[in-house]
């Protein structure tokens, strides 16, 4: 196994329209293996953090089988629009392709998959023209299609820089507010889970300094 750090801004794979993508890159990443690794699952191109890859055939069918069950466990951190009032929360709600036109998009839908996402605040702030943020932990208890931006968007506060679910307008603003913050992998039966732990990325730190995030901790873990 393999945990990359991936940027924001670009596509795990190559779309139906091409483009770059963090695959291309793999081959740099065989370390003395006749082949390349692979993704053992998907980020959002705009989302930044712990990217989890399989070395070989034999260790992606494991990791495959540990998040189609639900084992392995992630952890991700955004800035999100306003905020909740409680300081920890659960959202249930079942989530639907928004329609066979918008590709991956998703909405709330009563008739959709069961969808669950645990969130706490971190910390709460201003960002330049006053207006509020809250720093929130989320923890998708299952792995829909754009499962947190549509929850946290259906509950009122949208991640910063969302430009699908958000206010954000597409190609402006500080870019999507979402970090892969960690992933614990049980890899091995005898042995503690893997826990990997992603930095917080240069596009986020403005408004996480805002929200009581301090560099010296970051630097510290």
Known sequence: MLVVDKPAGIAVHKGPKGGENLEAYFDALRFGLPRPPALAHRLDRDTAGCLVLGRHHKALEKLGKLFKHGQVDKLYWAVVEDGPKEAEGLIDLPLGRLDATRGWWM???????????????????????????????????????????????????????????????????????????????????????????????????ERLLACGWREVTETAA
Request: proline share 10%.
């Open 107 to 205: 909405k709330v839908d009563p008739l959709g998959l069961p969808s669950q996402t645990r969130w706490q605040v971190l910390g709460r702030g201003q960002d330049g023209e006053g207006k509020a943020l809250t720093w929130l932990a989320l923890e998708p208890l299952t792995g829909r299609t754009h499962q947190l931006r549509v929850h946290c968007a259906s509950m009122g506060w949208a991640i910063v820089g969302d430009p699908v679910y958000g206010s954000a307008a597409p190609g402006t603003g500080p870019g999507l507010q979402l970090l892969a913050r960690d992933v614990i992998v049980p890899l091995y039966k005898n042995k503690d889970p893997i826990k990997v732990t992603a930095p917080a990325p240069a596009h986020m730190r």
